[in-house]
């Protein structure tokens, strides 16, 4: 597994693809999600939808909601209801920049 890379003052997106429990072929979109983002320090934000785009059925995209500031790892997550199933988690380290 390979892990991402930013920069203090970047801002990554999180890609979130939901499944229908009942087949999961099939993409569907959830009635709620909720968006998490654990900074090193472990202080959590959370969030719903509303600053996610759906790009298409299925696909959820979330801006961090803080511009990254402090090196070390952080995760990102993203949860729904409704029977469906995500792979929406990602964990990356954030350095200072060289610039």
């Given amino acids: 597994m390979t892990c991402e890379i930013y920069d203090i003052g970047d ?3 999180l890609k979130a693809t939901f499944y229908d429990d009942s087949n999961p072929r099939v993409l569907a979109n959830p009635v709620a999600i909720t968006f998490k983002l654990k900074a090193p320090d472990d202080t959590v934000t959370t969030e719903t939808e509303i600053a996610a785009t759906n790009p298409s059925v299925g696909v959820w995209l979330w801006p961090s ?6 090196p ?3 995760k990102m997550q993203a949860t729904a209801t409704g029977g469906l199933t995500t792979a929406g988690v990602i964990e990356f380290k954030v350095r200072k920049s060289d610039f």
């Fill in 11 to 13: 801002r990554p997106t």
């Fill in 65 to 70: 909601p803080v511009t990254l500031n402090a």
């Fill in 72 to 74: 070390g790892t952080w």
